[in-house]
């Protein structure tokens, strides 16, 4: 080394000039926090939303998290966009804990240019993302902008792709959980279309393809933005939405609560726990009518099996004639599939079968247990359902079940016909357990359609008609309508008295701990899409 070179590096470092560069540090930093001003951050207050900052803190402990690249601009000088360099820009990125467990996370920032998304917005969402992928942590997404950034055209388009390219890189490996919280409009919906669960907060969060007034100028219809994208729509209509929330703070407890559900990543196993609240089994026994035709929550099964208020439903406005969600089993997480009589008669129907499928294949992604249980009449008749293709949306659900190498529950509490029975978690779809309650009926069809087909000659040539029906009814009830038929042939490993479903789950669930099976080797299989 020189002796003037020496010389200069002394002088750069001496105790002075570092001081006043970390001064300068702390000045710089301070300047990153204010987004795109005080003026604008008022009118985002304005329009009851929060900010982007506020959003993290409510998401991690403490409202702490270590953010990144907050010194990062963008590069464009079209379009007068050389005045408007911001620290940071568009998006806020870092890391924290929810409830211990190291999460990532961006935040659009609606105050700088609308939170549209830029390139150097887009590397720093993907700057986090490659963090998440390699240390195995859930990524969370929030979402409030005005959708690619206009100015800066294949530039901001090329961000969507890198974006988009890590959503399906990293599904399967690590949760990925939506907030959307604002606007979100256009081709920039497709990243959380692309995530584990939405949620979204009502009158806040909007997501659509294209606005109103586009929807007017093309055909004529004049909906509200809520109405067309709002939490509302999405959580019950289009099913686009896994969960709908009042508030921002209400959203942002729910996702602390399901981040603290789900493992970590595909190869994460939390640990269970036998110290947990459990509610009395016995009143199970009396839970399902006399009558075969009447309803019962399907709830009231799931709430009094599941550790005391485990469970979390996922989409629960949506196809409510089936219930999916995470429960847990002595601390443990285990999914929940299951027909709701009280909706529907717990029928199958397109949606239900894309709700459910989708489910299963996350469960089994993440190596989570699937408990199902049943009380279904069948598959959905009619033309609206044959048109819209319930074949191929039913089949979604056979083979996610196939497909699925978890432990797999099933416990069939009354009706398991036809189809709709092979569906859900038969033994022939390679269910570990099964077994059914006193009450359950498994047959082709029920007692009805079945005696107009098959008694039909037979009713016909009957000099007391009702007579011969009722007794070629109650001949086919004695034959099908209990479990032991098939319990005699081993289709169900036993039979259980409603009470001692938990029981029975909890020493599967243990007696399957260790379960390792495989699917035959491929590049992937073909799902009826
Ligand atoms: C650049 C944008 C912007 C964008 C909003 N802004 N969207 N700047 N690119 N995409 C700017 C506005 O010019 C404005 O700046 C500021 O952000 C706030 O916007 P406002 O319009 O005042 O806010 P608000 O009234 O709340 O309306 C929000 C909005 C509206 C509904 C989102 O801004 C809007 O319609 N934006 C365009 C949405 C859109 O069509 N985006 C492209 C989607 S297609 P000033 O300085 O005037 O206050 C897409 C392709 C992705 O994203 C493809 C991926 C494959």
């Not at 750069?12 to 204010?34: C, G, H, M, V, Y």
């Not at 909007?206 to 109405?227: C, F, L, N, R, W």
């Not at 048109?387 to 996610?400: E, F």
């Not at 022939?428 to 087909?453: F, H, Y």
Request: charged share 25%; proline share 4%.
């Amino acid at each position: 080394m020189s002796k003037d070179s020496k010389n200069t590096n002394s002088e750069e470092n001496s105790p002075k000039d570092i001081a006043s560069k970390i001064k300068n540090l702390e000045e710089r930093r301070a300047n990153t926090k204010f987004g795109g001003g005080k003026e604008r951050q008022e009118s985002q207050k304005s329009k009851g939303k929060k900010l982007a900052r506020e959003r993290l803190s409510l998401l991690f402990d403490n409202g702490e998290f270590t953010e990144i690249d907050p010194y990062v601009k963008h590069f464009s000088n079209d379009f007068g966009l050389d005045k408007s360099r911001i620290d940071g820009d568009s998006v806020v990125v870092g890391y924290g804990t929810v409830n211990g467990q190291q999460v990532f996370a961006f935040s659009q920032d609606f105050t700088v240019l609308g939170g549209s998304l830029s390139k150097v917005a887009s590397n720093k969402i993907c700057k986090v993302f490659d963090l998440a992928i390699k240390t195995g942590c859930p990524i969370v997404g929030i979402n409030d902008s005005g959708g690619a950034r206009i100015q800066e055209g294949v530039d901001s388009l090329s961000g969507y792709g890198e974006i988009f390219k890590r959503n399906t890189m990293a599904s399967g490996v690590i949760p990925q959980i939506t907030v959307v919280v604002g606007p979100s409009a256009g081709g920039a919906v497709y990243s959380p279309a692309l995530t584990d669960f939405i949620f979204m907060v009502e009158g806040v969060g909007q997501m659509y393809i294209t606005g109103p007034e586009v929807v007017k100028a093309v055909t004529g219809e004049e909906v509200s933005h809520e109405d067309l994208g709002g939490a509302t729509t999405h959580a019950s209509k289009s099913g686009v939405a896994h969960f709908a929330s009042e508030s921002e703070e209400d959203c942002f407890e729910s996702v602390r609560k399901l981040i603290d559900t789900l493992p970590a990543n595909n190869v994460d196993m939390k640990a269970s726990d036998s110290s947990v609240e459990t509610v009395n089994q016995e009143d199970l026994n009396k839970l399902i009518p006399e009558n075969p035709n009447q309803s019962y929550d399907v709830f009231e099964v799931i709430e009094t099996i599941i550790d005391t208020n485990s469970f979390i439903e996922v989409q629960s406005e949506y196809a409510k004639n089936i219930v999916v969600g995470f429960s847990k089993f002595n601390g443990r997480t285990v999914g929940i599939v299951a027909n709701q009589p009280d909706h529907m008669a717990g029928v199958l129907d397109i949606n239900a079968s894309s709700k459910a499928a989708r489910f299963v294949r996350f469960c089994d992604a993440f190596n989570i247990p699937i408990v199902t249980l049943v009380d279904v009449p069948g598959f959905m008749p009619g033309t609206i359902q044959e048109y819209g293709g319930i074949i191929r949306h039913g089949a979604k659900l056979l083979y996610a079940f196939v497909e699925a190498t978890v432990p797999k529950i099933t416990v069939i509490l009354r009706k398991a016909y036809g189809g709709a029975y092979i569906v859900m978690g038969s033994k022939e779809l390679r269910a570990d357990i099964n077994v059914a309650w006193p009450s359950a009926e498994l047959a082709v069809m029920g007692p009805e359609g079945a005696v107009n087909i098959i008694g039909r000659k037979e009713i016909a040539a009957a000099e007391n008609k009702d007579e011969k029906k009722a007794e070629l009814l109650q001949n086919y009830r004695d034959k099908f309508a209990n479990p032991f038929v098939a319990a005699e042939k081993g289709f169900l490993d036993d039979v259980i008295k409603p009470s001692e479903t938990r029981d029975l789950i909890l020493k599967s669930l243990n007696m399957l701990e260790n379960k390792t099976d495989q699917n035959i080797p491929k590049k992937h299989g073909n799902i009826p899409l």
